[in-house]
C-alpha cells in the first residue's frame, strides 16, 4: 500500500478562538517571542513561535466570522499538529491511495512587513478531513515562502527554546489512533509500548497514551478532556537552558514546576495546552 515519507513536525497549533491578545501577552509571558499579527486570505489570524526548523501557532478568528467556523468548533488549546511537505499534490494522491480521506490541497497567504517591504507569505495545505482523526486538525503544510516564515529575528527566545520534542495525544485506544498513522507513513513509523504507541516524527515524536498515562505523566498539569475520547493535551519542547526557561517563566510571573529534567507548566497557565521543558 502506497504510504507517506517518514514526516517531520512543521508546526503545532493552539487555538485560541477569539481571544488572541490575551493569548499573545501569555505566550510572550511564558518567554516566547512572538511574531506580529498575520491576517490570512482565509480569515483567522495568529502569531507565531519560530523556533529551529518548526513553529508554535497561536490561532483566532473574529466571533461570528463564519470563513473559519472551524475554530469556534474546537474547544481553546492545543488542537493543530501539522506535518511538513515539499510537495503537496503527492501527499493527496498518497492519502488517497492509502484510503485517508483528506480535502484537496488549498492555497492562502497572508502579508508579512519586512523592513523593505512588505510581502505574501504564501502555503498551500492538505488537510485530513473531520472524523479521520478526532483528537484534532491534523494536516500538513507545504511552504512556498520559508524566508518570510523562518526569520532569524525571530528564533531568539528568552526561554530558551530552539524546537519542539513531541507531542501527547489522550486517547481511549491508542493502537486504533496509531493504525490511521501506520496507514499514513507505514507500520515501521509506528511503535508500540506499554499503554500507547509513537509515531517517530523526524527528531521528535506523538505519543499517543490513554488518559490514565496522560494524568501520570503530567499531573495537574494536564487538561481536562471534557469528555472527549481523543484530545491533544500536551508539548514538550526543547531548551538549550533549564535555567533559562525557569528565569523567563519567573520573569512572567508564570507558575511552574521544576524537576530534576524537565519544567512543566500547567494546561491552565498556557491556554490548554501542557508544556514540558526538557534540555
Known sequence: MPVLPVPTIDH?????RDRLDEAVETYRRLGFTMT????HTLGSMNHLAIFG???LELIAA????????????WPIGLNGLVFGTEDSAAVYAALDAAGVAAEPPLEFSRPVALPTGERDARFRTVRLKPGVIDAGRVYFCHHFTRDLVWR??????????TGVVGVTI?????????AVFARMFGADAVRSGAGGCTLLVGLSRV???PPSALSAEFGAAAPDGSGRNQFMA???LRTRSLDAAAAALHAGGVAARRESERIMVAAAEAFGVALEFRP
Open 12 to 16: 503545532v497549533v493552539v487555538n485560541v
Open 36 to 39: 506580529p499579527r498575520g491576517h
Open 53 to 55: 526548523t518548526d513553529y
Open 62 to 73: 473574529r466571533a461570528g466570522d463564519t470563513r473559519r467556523a472551524e475554530i469556534f468548533d
Open 152 to 161: 532569524d529575528e525571530w528564533r531568539h527566545h528568552p526561554n530558551g527554546v
Open 170 to 178: 489522550a486517547v481511549d485506544d491508542p493502537p486504533a489512533l496509531g
Open 207 to 209: 505519543d499517543l497514551v
Open 234 to 236: 500536551a508539548l514538550s
